[in-house]
């Protein structure tokens, strides 16, 4: 069971006139501004899935700062899950300073959306670390075992589109104001599983896991050894982050990095069938 747990799908009116939602939304200007900047719907993530061997998807809510266009994604994504039962997992999205950001988390469930996320707190206008901000959704997904995702960024290195000011300290915060939550750091948690080497960051991120997207664009191919002697195989997801990368070319680096069957298996499903329970099989 081959699981990508972290890809980007549009509904298609924002994929044909990009710039008609763009006022107010300087993230999504930063990384879709450009017309070649590639976005896709559904059929075209199924179309990569299959290409690369991947079994199924979690397709996360893009983090608009506006809470209709978060409502109009998270309503895409529910339809493209329905439309493909057991391949696309949909997560919802809501900025948590919008006042309707709770109901619509709600709603999302009831359609059948599985976790939150990405959560991104430089496009979406909020600290990560202010506990209170967050407390709603949080709270929300605690209580129904719901995983969210959330964007960190490396304070330290290179720049490029998507690299933001909320770093591995932000995440630690968040992990350690809510205990009981299921959190998932993209991108490798900013470089968050370095400080796991510290006992109580360890302790306080028992509950943590993290993503592998854009992982090429990031480190160097060396990561995922050094990530598992870092946290542990368990605590690791692949993630592409397509369709800003292939599937196909994360899954090749992942096969080619040393590990053994059992920890390429976790990584490249079995956690995530872990995490989300009964909704990717049986866990390795």
Request: glycine share 10%.
């Amino acid at each position: 069971m081959i699981v990508d747990f972290h890809t980007h799908i549009f509904p298609p009116e924002m994929i044909a006139d990009r710039a008609r939602f763009m006022a107010g939304e300087d993230w999504f200007t930063h990384l879709y501004g450009d017309p070649a900047a590639r976005m896709a719907g559904a059929e075209e993530l199924i179309e990569e899935m299959d290409r690369a061997g991947v079994d199924k998807a979690v397709a996360l809510g893009f983090p608009f700062r506006s809470h209709d266009l978060c409502a109009r994604s998270n309503s895409y994504l529910a339809k493209a899950a329905r439309s493909w039962p057991g391949r696309i997992i949909g997560f919802a999205n809501a900025n948590p300073k919008a006042a309707g950001a709770l109901a619509e988390i709600e709603h999302c469930l009831e359609l059948g959306l599985k976790g939150i996320g990405e959560l991104v707190p430089d496009s979406q206008g909020f600290d990560l670390a202010d506990a209170g901000a967050i407390a709603p959704l949080a709270d929300l997904a605690a209580e129904n075992g719901l995983p969210m995702l959330i964007h960190l960024s490396e304070p330290v290195g290179h720049s490029y589109k998507g690299k933001s000011r909320t770093t591995p300290e932000k995440g630690y915060a968040l992990a350690r104001a809510f205990p009981a939550l299921k959190l998932v750091f993209a991108h490798w948690g900013g470089g968050l599983p370095f400080y796991e080497l510290m006992p109580e960051v360890r302790r306080d991120l028992a509950g943590a896991c993290y993503d592998s997207a854009a992982s090429p664009y990031l480190y160097d191919a060396k990561i995922f050894k050094v990530a598992v002697s870092l946290v542990g195989h368990k605590k690791i997801l692949f993630g592409s982050d397509f369709p800003l990368l292939s599937p196909e070319r994360c899954r090749r680096e992942i096969e080619a990095a040393g590990l053994s069957p059992a920890e390429m298996k976790a990584i490249l499903g079995g956690n995530a069938a872990r995490l989300l329970e009964g909704d990717c099989g049986e866990p390795a």
